[in-house]
């Protein structure tokens, strides 16, 4: 089940060419379309992505500084072939977590562009995710 805020940004990507205004605006966003692990359901997340030069995208599973992993981020490991919408394009894409020598390489780049991420990271006493995809 999508909640309502995330019903709203999911519009406004969608009437925007992906782009959206608000807390988000200025912020790169991607919609990752995954299954539930548990239930199979199929959701759709907005999340702040970081574009890469190859043409990939990197989010990151901080789920704002929470102790636990998001959702999202379970899914992904458990089917990783997910759809994603950047802009007015919609492809398939495999979402893989970077291994810790590539997260520590990639990870100061990260918080360069969004501080908030070493913010979270502080905060919680499990190593947030970084996935590519």
């Known amino acids: 089940m999508t909640n309502d805020y995330n019903v709203q940004i999911i519009e ?8 959206v205004g608000g807390p988000w605006e200025g ?5 990752v379309h995954h299954f539930g692990a548990k239930s ?4 759709v997340t907005p999340l702040g992505c970081f574009p890469q030069e190859d043409g990939r995208f990197v ?3 901080s789920n704002g500084g929470s102790p636990a992993h998001p959702d999202w981020y379970h899914n992904l490991k458990a ?5 994603v919408e950047v802009g007015a394009e919609t492809f398939t894409v495999v979402a893989e977590e970077v291994d ?11 918080v360069a ?5 070493d913010d979270h990271q502080a905060k919680v ?3 947030i995710p970084v996935i590519v995809t």
């Open 100 to 110: 810790d020598t590539a997260r520590a390489k990639l990870w100061p780049l990260l």
């Open 59 to 61: 989010v990151v599973a």
């Open 40 to 43: 199979g359901s199929e959701h």
């Open 79 to 83: 089917n990783p072939t997910v759809v």
């Open 12 to 19: 406004e990507f969608r009437a925007n060419q992906g782009r």
């Open 113 to 117: 562009q969004a501080p908030q991420i």
């Open 27 to 31: 912020t790169p966003l991607i919609l």
């Open 125 to 127: 006493t499990r190593q």
